[in-house]
């Protein structure tokens, strides 16, 4: 394990320990450092980064300020939002960062930041990073029509942890997801290195899936259960 999932796994089990303390849903990523630490050593700061609800490791991983996203996640106003966005909904425009808690919220707008990209003379790209679920959006399909169609410089990376909360991907899915993607005509790779260097090259867009396990709890829960203590007892 290197210095950066190191990072990131200490953040998140520290998180863990404070989890009594967060008021904000919080979706960790442990056993998933090793997609942040791969997309790290091709990222450059001019590129575009659309991340999910489980952003932590894509945010560290973008050159993000750790103690700014621990005290957002606390709510505090010197977080990163101002302690407004929580967890999930974090933005750092100064490293070109997005993440939303809407599942495929954001791989529409990373083909707005590609298509923006795609006329200008910089070598930066678009990166949309989702989880499995979001192939269940009918959104992520329209965008890899549109991203073939223009030519845009758009790299798509899927975690694919095979679970949608508690929903394995059996029960949702017909079939394996890269192949679908291929038919579009993106061209589908297995090394996260491989199709970021690929779009960045070629200005085209690259999808790649890595079937990854996640170590913990879809969510946290702690602070739900707080709260349910605290509510008025119901007749
Ligand atoms: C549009 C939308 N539908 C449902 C939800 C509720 N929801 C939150 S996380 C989640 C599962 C997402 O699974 P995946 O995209 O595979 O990411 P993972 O949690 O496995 O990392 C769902 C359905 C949501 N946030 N947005
Ligand atoms: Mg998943």
């Known amino acids: 394990m290197t210095n950066l999932s190191e990072r990131i796994l200490a953040f998140e089990r520290k998180l863990q320990v404070h989890m009594h303390e967060v008021f904000c849903p919080t979706h960790l990523s442990i056993g998933q450092e090793h997609v942040a630490e791969e997309m790290a050593a091709e990222m450059i700061k001019e590129d575009w980064l659309f991340s999910t609800h489980r952003n932590h490791h894509h945010y560290l991983a973008k050159g993000g300020d750790e103690q700014k996203l621990w005290d957002e996640i606390m709510g505090l106003e010197s977080g990163l939002n101002g302690g407004f966005a929580g967890s999930q909904g974090i933005t750092d425009r100064s490293i ?100 970021i260097r690929f779009t960045r090259d070629n200005r085209l867009p690259s999808f790649v899936e890595v079937k990854v ?3 913990c709890a879809h969510l946290n829960m702690a602070t739900m259960l707080d709260l349910c203590d605290q509510s008025e007892p119901t007749s």
Request: proline content about 2%.
């Open 96 to 195: 070109n960062f997005h993440a939303s808690a809407i599942v495929g919220g954001l791989i529409g707008v990373a083909a707005g930041a590609a298509f923006s990209l795609r006329n200008s003379k910089s070598n930066a790209i678009s990166i949309s990073c989702i989880g499995d679920a979001a192939s269940e959006q009918g959104v992520f399909w329209e965008v890899l029509n549109f991203a073939v169609l223009y030519n845009l410089p758009l790299c798509i990376i899927m975690e694919n942890n095979g679970k949608s909360v508690d929903a394995h991907i059996s029960e949702r899915q017909v079939g394996e997801i890269s192949p679908k993607v291929a038919a579009f005509g993106v061209k589908t790779f297995q090394s996260i290195g491989e199709a």
């Open 213 to 215: 396990k996640l170590k």
